[in-house]
Nanobody, 124 residues
């Protein structure tokens, strides 16, 4: 069982930056694929970024490519999402997720564990 706790959300002006963190419990964190998703009011939860444990493969949604960076620190059991050049349309609850298979994925149904989410609000 893995527990995930997100932090770092908040209110920021357009063009600003935030760094989200997701702390995970469990001794085998380094073997999990990790992903970030977001959900805006009235919309489906959508993929943002993912990182595998094997080969360090990284994936981004087109909407955040070049602005967001996902990384992980296995020694700290933590995955990060650095968000730069934020836009009002980035406003959402951001969730981290863990995939036992380890590959990371853009498909939310491939994830086994989810955090409770952290709110990110970008004002114009």
């Amino acid at each position: 069982q893995v527990q995930l706790v997100e932090s770092g959300g908040g209110l920021v002006q357009a063009g600003g930056s935030l760094r989200l963190s997701c702390a995970a419990s469990g001794r085998t964190f380094s073997m999990y694929g990790m992903g970030w998703f977001r959900q805006a009011p009235g919309k489906e939860r959508e993929f943002v970024a993912a990182i595998s444990w094997r080969l360090g493969r990284i994936y981004y949604a087109d909407s955040v490519l070049g602005r967001f960076t996902i990384s992980r620190d296995n020694a700290k059991n933590t995955v990060y999402l650095q968000m730069n050049s934020l836009k009002p349309e980035d406003t959402a609850v951001y969730y981290c997720a863990a995939d036992e298979y380890g590959m990371g994925s853009s498909r939310k149904y491939e994830y086994d564990y989810w955090g409770q989410g952290t709110q990110v609000t970008v004002s114009s």
